[in-house]
């Protein structure tokens, strides 16, 4: 092969590297400027739109992580905007998870992606839980604890901040201190004078109820504890324990034979938790976990 047809070779090699270079830029830029109108669409409320201008950049660069969160955001908004009886109701439920599932996939060495995706998931099964609550309260219910699965999953990612477990034990936390109250709730005396300083029922709690209380009160103590070992100045997580503590009071006060003496140290943790809530609540943390 001659000198001259090297040449002619080496370049006919360069001018395709440099126009699949050029191809890769141009598609770069067509993207980015999808994305912008597909933010634009978004701010407006138009959400179709701008899911299709998002899916547009995708298909021209699919390894762009921004559009990707935007695609996905896109269809979770859309899904909000539902209602419970509508028909494509389920079907849009699952496009939305499919999105974050796709997002998981992807960029699973990405804290920020996997944060977004988690976040979005567990507020699509929460939102997907109330709308059954009427029409089908049992799917209502799997799809709720399917969103505390998840939560405590996301909480115990090696990947997530101190901020994210805090909340979501916080989140996991207050689920088993509701249930615990709501069994309580008729047999509880609120209306004294100090209710602060006075833990009082007004008849004890039937055993079968103490039963069903338990479990619901240990947990939601577990998980309280957890939200201050990642945040330990934040208020309400200590508000919240305290709380848990008076639940804890009122299992003892219905024991067939009352521990006076766990009562009592008990009585001193619930009002050592108070005092340490009421002084946290200018702190940093409580600012930064209060204004989510």
């Not at 609120?190 to 109820?209: F, S, T």
Request: include cysteine.
């Amino acid at each position: 092969m001659s000198r001259k047809h090297n040449i002619a070779l080496m370049f006919a090699l360069l001018a395709l590297v440099f126009a699949a270079s050029g191809c890769n830029v141009i598609n770069t830029l067509r993207a980015k400027d999808s994305v912008n109108e597909g933010v634009r669409q978004f701010n407006k409320g138009k959400y179709k739109e701008a899911e299709e201008r998002f899916r547009f950049a995708l298909d021209l660069n699919p390894d762009m992580m921004n559009a990707e969160l935007y695609h996905a955001q896109a269809i979770y908004a859309q899904f909000k905007d539902m209602k419970a009886d509508d028909p494509t109701l389920e079907q849009e439920f699952n496009r939305t998870l499919d999105a974050y599932k796709e997002i998981l996939r992807k960029y699973k060495n990405n804290p920020q992606a996997i944060d977004q995706a988690y976040a979005f998931t567990t507020a699509t099964y929460g939102y997907m839980s109330d709308m059954l609550q009427a029409s089908d309260p049992d799917r209502a219910k799997q799809y709720e604890d399917e969103k505390f699965r998840l939560l405590k999953e996301w909480a115990e990612l090696p990947t997530s901040s101190n901020q994210v477990k805090a909340s979501a034990y916080y989140s996991l936390g207050y689920r088993e201190w509701k249930q615990a109250y709501d069994i309580s709730d008729e047999y509880q005396d609120l209306k004294v004078d100090d209710p602060d300083k006075i833990i009082k029922l007004r008849e004890k709690i039937p055993a079968d109820k103490l039963e069903q209380m338990r479990p619901h009160v240990e947990a939601a103590r577990k998980y309280f504890e957890q939200a201050i070992q990642y945040m330990p100045d934040w208020n309400k997580a200590h508000s919240m324990l305290r709380l848990t503590i008076r639940q804890q009071i009122y299992l003892l006060d219905s024991a067939e034979t009352p521990d006076t003496t766990a009562r009592d140290a008990l009585y001193q943790e619930y009002l050592k938790q108070g005092d340490l809530a009421r002084s946290l609540e200018g702190s940093e943390q409580s600012a930064l976990m209060n204004a989510k």
